[in-house]
């Protein structure tokens, strides 16, 4: 069975501190890894995406690392604030399937 | 907004009773999917559709059966709901945009079921 497998499963970190969460995946045939944030009571709702042929992208205060060969993906979060605390979700798509499989979370708190 | 509906939003019933939730979509994707999220498990997907009449299981598909017989509307039916199948579930849709594609599925508020 494919999987998605996320760490940490929750942080703290103080307003301005740089959290950083990490996802590893088991088959190499993956199109899409996108990083998805959900506020409570809500539905997840997309933050960034990167495609396998990239190393890293950045969009705004929210970077994605890629490492193929070690089949790893993170998400960073530069100078974070309390508006941040949510969890977040990472995320792949198997090559020409959009079934997307998701990893278990990580509940992100920001003090202030 | 994605112009995704699901209902009924809150549902309690008991052990053995048919449930069937609704999703609704405005915005003519071709790809629907119904998630279940749990504490220490994430979103896992139950179902998916990629065309009318079109569907395939995901990772908890036993005990869920689902069909989709128009674009906007995608159902899911717990036949005999069990204590196990209390959760939120998430319908979302996606659409394909070739190289436009950036991989973003759009979610609905949730549907929470609790079964007594």
């Known amino acids: 069975q494919q999987q998605v497998k996320q760490s940490p499963q929750s942080l703290i970190v103080q307003k301005g501190g740089i959290p950083i969460i990490n996802c590893a995946y088991e088959?190499?045939?993956?199109?899409?890894f996108p990083w998805y944030q959900q506020f409570p009571g809500k539905g997840p709702a997309l933050l960034i995406a990167i495609r396998p042929d990239v190393s890293e992208k950045k969009e705004g205060r929210f970077t994605i690392s890629f490492n193929k060969s070690a089949k790893q993906f993170s998400l960073h979060i530069m100078d974070s604030q309390p508006g941040d605390s949510a969890t977040y979700f990472c995320?792949?798509?198997?090559?020409?399937?959009?079934?997307?499989?998701f990893g278990t979370g990580t509940r992100l708190k920001v003090l202030a | 907004d994605a112009g995704i509906t699901q209902s009924p939003r809150h549902k309690v019933t008991e052990t053995g009773t048919p449930v069937t939730l609704r999703c609704h979509q405005t915005e003519n994707h071709r790809y629907m999917y119904w998630y279940r999220q749990d504490p220490g498990h994430g979103l896992r997907l139950i179902h998916y559709s990629y065309g009318v009449k079109d569907t395939d299981k995901g990772e908890v598909s036993d005990g869920y059966s689902v069909s989709r017989s128009k674009t906007e509307d995608f159902l899911l039916t717990l036949e005999s709901a069990t204590s196990s199948q209390t959760s939120v579930y998430f319908c979302a849709t996606h659409s394909t945009s070739g190289r436009l594609d950036t991989g973003e599925l759009f979610f609905g508020e949730g549907s929470r079921l609790t079964v007594l």
């Open positions: 088959n190499t045939a993956f199109d899409y």
């Open positions: 995320a792949a798509s198997p090559s020409g399937t959009y079934k997307y499989i």
